[in-house]
């Protein structure tokens, strides 16, 4: 158990629908990140938040959206989802993002559009 | 970030030491070694990393060459439950940690 958590484990949904993945880092952690998952892709950053602001972007789309708040938790959004968003969504965490640090992910969110 | 290179897919006899390479010919002087690994569909478990010097935890060890362009995770007595994805990943900028992962070593523990 890494001490990340994240909800909910599984999701289906339709296209053109909107989801919201959550994810607690692991306590102390300041600084989070998202990957998505997919079988054509891999694994692939996506975004990282340190402190409730926005830290570095990856490969993500612009219907895709995140937000980290006051209690550190983050909020992955994903909104007019389309067939080809199916994928595992990771959240990991870190103590600050410094140099040399680890990241502990999370148990991830499959997402399946139909 | 700088690439990495590994073998595709590699096999080990259970209680036999894994040692699985990588090749990070293009990595500067303020990147990390990191090695996670995926069991199924799990969420990546860090494993190790290091900068210059070989490192050792509880769970493997890893080799950097002197000139850093390569190194091998050693895990010492393989079991069933190493089966998974390792990868070796290149990181290195400062608070901004992101990790790219290439296609990692298919690691198959044999009976």
């Known amino acids: 158990d890494s001490g990340v958590t994240q909800t909910p484990k599984h999701l289906i949904t339709a296209t053109g629908q909107r989801v919201t993945l959550r994810c607690s880092p692991r306590s102390g952690d300041l600084s989070v990140y998202w990957y998505q998952q997919s079988l054509d892709q891999g694994l692939q950053f996506l975004i990282q938040?340190?402190?409730?602001?926005?830290?570095a972007k990856g490969n993500i789309l612009e219907r895709f959206s995140a937000q980290q708040f006051p209690d550190l938790h983050s909020e992955l959004n994903l909104s007019s989802l389309e067939l080809g968003d199916s994928a595992l969504y990771f959240c990991a965490s870190s103590v600050d993002g410094a140099l040399g640090e680890t990241q502990y992910f999370g148990p991830g969110t499959r997402l399946l559009v139909l | 970030d700088a690439k990495t290179t590994q073998p595709p897919s590699m096999d080990c006899a259970e209680g036999r030491a894994a040692n699985l390479p990588c090749n990070h010919s293009?990595?500067?002087?303020?990147?990390?070694v990191y090695w996670y690994r995926q069991i199924h569909s799990q969420g990546p478990q860090y494993i190790i990393h290091g900068l210059k010097n070989n490192e050792t935890n509880e769970m493997a060890s890893l080799i950097i060459t002197e000139d850093r362009k390569s190194s091998t995770l050693i895990l010492p007595h393989a079991t069933l439950r190493d089966t998974a994805v390792y990868y070796c990943?290149?990181?290195?900028?400062?608070?901004?940690?992101?990790?790219?992962f290439g296609q990692g070593t298919r690691l198959t523990i044999n009976p």
């Open positions: 990943i290149v990181s290195g900028v400062q608070g901004a940690q992101k990790l790219v």
């Open positions: 293009t990595i500067s002087g303020n990147e990390y």
């Open positions: 938040y340190y402190n409730g602001e926005e830290r």
